[in-house]
Nanobody, 119 residues
Framework: QVQLVESGGGLVQAGGSLRLSCAASINIESINAMGWYRQAPGKQREFVAGITSASRTNYIDSVKGRFTISRDNAKNTMYLQMNSLKPEDTAVYYC?????????????WGQGTQVTVSS
């Protein structure tokens, strides 16, 4: 069982920056992959950025060069540094953790944190 808690959301102006945090209840080195998803009003949840236990990262094209995903293993926390924010980045951002164990595949989600970017 993995508990994930997001924080750091808020209201910012276009061009501003925000750093989201996702604190995990277990050693994140034991998590195969973590990532950030977002869901805007009226839209389906979409993948934004991910990072594996081997530090491989992946981003959707719309955030490349603006967002940076990282983790601090000592703090069991994953971050999403969001720069040059645009109104279209407005969404609820969710932390995700994916684990593969001998019990099977398991995915966990945080409660979400609201990011609002004003124009």
């Amino acid at each position: 069982q993995v508990q994930l808690v997001e924080s750091g959301g808020g209201l910012v102006q276009a061009g501003g920056s925000l750093r989201l945090s996702c604190a995990a209840s277990i050693n994140i080195e034991s998590i195969n992959a973590m990532g950030w998803y977002r869901q805007a009003p009226g839209k389906q949840r979409e993948f934004v950025a991910g990072i594996t236990s081997a530090s491989r990262t992946n981003y959707i094209d719309s955030v490349k060069g603006r967002f940076t995903i990282s983790r601090d293993n000592a703090k069991n926390t994953m971050y999403l540094q969001m720069n040059s924010l645009k109104p279209e980045d407005t969404a609820v951002y969710y932390c995700n953790a994916y684990l593969y164990r001998n019990t099977g595949e398991h995915a966990y989600w945080g409660q979400g944190t609201q990011v609002t970017v004003s124009s």
